[in-house]
Structures are given as C-alpha cells and as structure tokens.
T-cell receptor, first 112, second 113 residues
Framework: GESVGLHLPTLSVQEGDNSIINCAYSNSASDYFIWYKQESGKGPQFIIDIRSNMDKRQGQRVTVLLNKTVKHLSLQIAATQPGDSAVYFC???????????FGAGTTVTVRA | SQTIHQWPATLVQPVGSPLSLECTVEGTSNPNLYWYRQAAGRGLQLLFY??????ISSEVPQNLSASRPQDRQFILSSKKLLLSDSGFYLC????????????FGSGTRLTVV
C-alpha cells in the first residue's frame, strides 16, 4: 500500500509515562483488529487484538480502544518501559476475505 | 503449538547472484503463507501469498518469485539479485479462514552488494 514507502511517524515518551499510539483504518467492513510490536531486527509480534463487537480490551499494561464510528484504533501502554521501544503496527481484517492489512507503523522511543 | 522457522537470519549477496530464502511452519496443516519485505524504517510490503501447494499470488511486480513445494514450506527466490532487493524479508502464516492474526518468522536481513 501507500504506507510502504513512507517514513514511519515517531513518538517519544518518558519512561514511566503512559503512551498512546493511534491508527486510522479505512475499510468499514473490517471486523477484527490487531496491534503488533516489532523490535529492531526481529519479526512483528502480536500484542493484543479486538473484535468489532467490542470497543475496549485490556491486556497486561496495554489497552486497545476501537471507535468504529470514526474508524479509529488506539493502543495505550501504561507505565512505559525501555523495553517498549519498538515499532508498533496496527492491522485490520475482514471476515469477507481474512486478509490482514497493515498500517504504516509508529516508532516509539522511550527516554530514560 | 505452531512454530515458524525462517533462515538464514542474515545474508550478503553480490549483485547478479541467485537467492533462495526458506520458510517452514510446524504444528498446523494447510496454512496460508506470506512473504513480506520491509525497507529500513518503512512499513510491511506484501510480496507473495499462498493458500495451498503450488498456488502463488503476487502482489507487486518485481525481480523475485515464490514457490510452495510442500504444504508447510514457502520459498522466496531470485535468479539475479539487484541492489534494490536489499531489505528485511519476513515470512508469516495464518489459518486463513478465521479472524486471527498472522504469525511472523524472525526475518532475513538481505544486503545486496
């Protein structure tokens, strides 16, 4: 997609603060959403997911919020730690074709 | 449990040389398989996907090809590498018919010199 060639947006966060990473999706038929974390030199790892029949889901230190009205997804990380420094990708899927589409990604840097 | 293996982890190849990257999945049958490329500081670009043995779909025109000789084996190849083929290559699998995410391999860093 178009996002492939773009430099990723960045977020700098002080250690201990909460982080919020935002993502806008385009397909109104999408009914499943995932956040991935990619550390340098590694493959993306699943963090948390949410289905379209929910608007909030919590994991360990992470919360995903879904606003279907404005097609917006966010990931909140509580008490950000240095190990949270990574690139975060949102992804969407529709049960029409089960194909995962990735957002552009956000680079998160945690300041000590 | 399912695991995905991808190798090699790093590769430095001269321009014009051939390429073969391999990906295998264990613990599942008939997975959907994917090859992605990621340039430094960029997003994920889907190159190929396969829903079964011998079935390959190409998402972008390029110097690369893919093959699926066995149910759980996916190979990315090139006959002659270009400088622009440098990047981070990721293999992934999914169940294909469920609302569930893709699981990624650890990636191969390819540098064409």
């Amino acid at each position: 997609g178009e996002s492939v060639g773009l430099h990723l947006p960045t977020l700098s966060v002080q250690e201990g603060d909460n982080s919020i990473i935002n993502c806008a999706y385009s397909n109104s038929a999408s009914d499943y959403f995932i956040w991935y974390k990619q550390e340098s030199g590694k493959g993306p790892q699943f963090i948390i997911d949410i289905r379209s029949n929910m608007d909030k889901r919590q994991g360990q230190r992470v919360t995903v919020l879904l606003n279907k009205t404005v097609k917006h997804l966010s990931l909140q990380i509580a008490a950000t730690q240095p190990g949270d420094s990574a690139v975060y990708f949102c992804a969407e899927m529709s049960s029409n074709d089960y194909k995962l589409s990735f957002g552009a990604g956000t680079t998160v840097t945690v300041r000590a | 449990s399912q695991t995905i293996h991808q190798w090699p982890a790093t590769l430095v190849q001269p321009v014009g040389s051939p390429l073969s990257l391999e990906c295998t999945v264990e613990g599942t049958s008939n997975p959907n398989l994917y090859w992605y490329r990621q340039a430094a500081g960029r997003g994920l670009q889907l190159l190929f996907y396969s829903v079964g043995i011998g079935q390959i779909s190409s998402e972008v025109p390029q110097n690369l090809s893919a093959s699926r000789p066995q149910d759980r084996q996916f190979i990315l190849s090139s006959k002659k590498l270009l400088l622009s083929d440098s990047g981070f290559y990721l293999c992934a699998w999914s169940a294909g018919d469920r609302l569930y995410g893709y699981t990624f391999g650890s990636g191969t860093r390819l540098t064409v010199v």
